[in-house]
């Protein structure tokens, strides 16, 4: 539609013309986080996870992660097979926390990776059934 000719009966129909496909395109790429939960799982954080680097990545979650509330417990676990190995698993008190932390997570750089984040299990991560997507 070009804006010259088009000649609105209301100011801000050209605009709503425009712009509401835009908005329901971006309500349908919200990304698919799962099921809410106490617990949340980091992709993409490292490739390989060694003694050292276990160390300082779980120092740099623990310290952001208690931002968002009570970190009741939290692990690496690596993942051979997959793409993204490296999954960092953190259980918090409520899951009004761990949404505030996948939310401030999903998307952030990590030493110039993008993260991505997604609820988890509580009842598999209590039992130690990490993994399985």
Same mark, same amino acid.
């Given at each position: 539609?070009?804006?010259?000719? *088009?000649?609105?009966?209301? #100011?801000?129909? *050209?605009?709503?013309?425009? @712009?509401?496909?835009?908005?329901?395109?971006?309500?349908?790429?919200?990304?698919?986080?799962?099921?809410?939960?106490?617990?949340?799982? +980091?992709?993409?954080?490292?490739?390989?996870?060694?003694?050292? +680097?276990?160390?300082?990545?779980?120092?740099?979650?623990?310290?952001?992660?208690?931002?968002?509330?009570?970190?009741?417990?939290? %692990?690496?676990?690596?993942? #051979?097979?997959?793409?993204?190995?490296?999954?960092?698993?953190?259980?918090? @008190? %409520? %899951?009004?926390?761990?949404?505030?932390? @996948?939310?401030?997570?999903?998307?952030?750089? *990590?030493?110039?990776?993008?993260?991505?984040? =997604?609820? *988890?299990?509580?009842? =598999?991560?209590?039992?130690?059934? +990490?993994?399985?997507?």
């Amino acid at each position: 539609m070009d804006p010259e000719e *088009y000649q609105p009966e209301h #100011p801000n129909s *050209y605009a709503e013309a425009i @712009l509401a496909p835009k908005i329901e395109k971006d309500i349908e790429k919200k990304p698919d986080f799962g099921e809410k939960s106490k617990v949340i799982v +980091l992709f993409n954080m490292a490739d390989e996870v060694d003694e050292s +680097l276990e160390e300082d990545l779980m120092e740099d979650v623990m310290e952001e992660s208690q931002r968002f509330g009570i970190v009741q417990d939290s %692990t690496i676990f690596e993942e #051979p097979d997959k793409a993204q190995k490296v999954q960092v698993y953190i259980k918090f @008190l %409520t %899951t009004d926390a761990a949404e505030k932390c @996948l939310n401030a997570m999903n998307g952030r750089f *990590y030493s110039g990776r993008q993260i991505s984040a =997604k609820y *988890y299990s509580e009842e =598999k991560f209590d039992q130690n059934s +990490l993994g399985n997507f």
